[in-house]
């Protein structure tokens, strides 16, 4: 379960909390990593925090959080420590990293300028670069669900890729509202792939389709998240 933290200083807030009984946790962008207690409802307050890296974007596996950092790249936190969160291990890429999405070994990079990066992590320590694709505008944002992987790729669109072999992703479809829509943010749902395009509003698009992709819903909400 997760939902989207909004703050009114956005460039310092902004995230997703991902929650388990009595911790949340959430990117604050230039502030890092923090942990939310949510025991009690009534006193809802924060935890530990880690903010030698930026968060622009969080992601969780087991004790693992796999953080997008923006200028400093992907980096990846140990949570299981009792009083405080530890650096494992950080990967720059060269551009800016502003979102990521992590499945079984694999971690997936929107790199900004430089496109898309996966990352096995298998090698813990070590994470290693196993696939990359050029960006055909900015990758702003990354979606993983089962064997389909969507590329919010700005002007280039939103684009979706078979990821069934994570070294070596095939293009299968695309979604580009007759040329008109650039997408900047993406996520998958239990039927539709989402496309945010700013202020031209939301698209869902059926998750199963290749080649063009076709809307089927279409909303003028600037956010959204599933």
């Not at 604050?28 to 009534?42: D, H, S």
């Not at 050029?134 to 979706?160: M, T």
């Not at 998958?188 to 031209?200: P, Q």
């Amino acid at each position: 379960m997760h939902l989207r933290l909004f703050g009114s200083i956005w460039w310092r807030v902004w995230g997703q909390v991902f929650l388990n009984q009595t911790i949340g946790t959430t990117g604050l962008r230039q502030l890092g990593v923090q942990e939310i207690n949510i025991t009690t409802a009534p006193d809802i307050h924060f935890a530990r925090q880690y903010n030698k890296v930026k968060a622009w974007d969080v992601d969780k596996n087991r004790s693992l959080l796999f953080v997008a950092s923006y200028n400093q790249g992907s980096n990846i936190l140990e949570t299981a420590y009792q009083d405080s969160i530890q650096y494992v291990a950080g990967y720059g890429g060269g551009y800016s990293t502003l979102d990521i999405s992590v499945d079984d070994n694999y971690l997936y990079a929107a790199n900004w300028e430089n496109g898309l990066y996966v990352i096995d992590l298998s090698a813990e320590n070590y994470p290693t670069v196993v696939e990359h694709i050029p960006s055909l505008d900015r990758s702003y944002s990354v979606a993983v669900q089962e064997n389909a992987l969507y590329l919010s790729d700005g002007k280039g669109f939103l684009r979706k890729f078979d990821c069934t072999n994570p070294t070596e992703l095939k293009e299968i479809g695309y979604f580009d509202f007759s040329r008109q829509v650039p997408s900047y943010f993406t996520r998958i749902g239990e039927k539709y792939a989402y496309s945010g395009g700013g202020f031209n509003g939301w698209y869902a698009i059926g998750k199963y389709g290749v080649d063009r992709l076709r809307a089927a819903m279409y909303w003028s909400g600037s956010e959204v998240d599933v």
